[in-house]
């Protein structure tokens, strides 16, 4: 599986991701930027519900990570992802959110929906005081393709 992003140049494969013991979501590998991820408790791209996509904004060398773009897409813009079986999934932008890490809308985020949706999550809200990113960025996308 991959994702592709025209609008940002973006071009990665998918790694696959679950929930560790803890039940909470495990972590992207950090290097440098990593490639995106599927979590595999959402529906696959394409299948109804929103299927869910993750990856860094930044490196660990500083520079920017898979999804450093995610801020600069604008409703309509394309997100592409082939999927396991090889066909192409094509996805538009509706929107990007931001959200604290602690007021997280995982319902929103996560919930049912009435055909396939794609969300790409992201970090943001870095805050250079404590070095950590305090919120997330999450762009909502529908399957027209």
Known sequence: MSVRIPATGTDSELLHLGL??????EVLPGDPGAPAAWYTGSPAPGKVGPAVLLG???ATDGGPGVFAGLRDLAPGDRIEVVREDGSTAV?????GEQYAKDAFPTLSVYGNTDGPELRL????GYDPATGEFDDNYVV???LVG
């Open 121 to 124: 999550i992201t970090c943001d």
């Open 56 to 58: 860094h904004v930044n």
């Open 140 to 142: 909502y996308a529908q």
């Open 91 to 95: 996805f538009a932008v509706e929107r």
């Open 20 to 25: 560790r013991d803890n039940g909470s979501l």
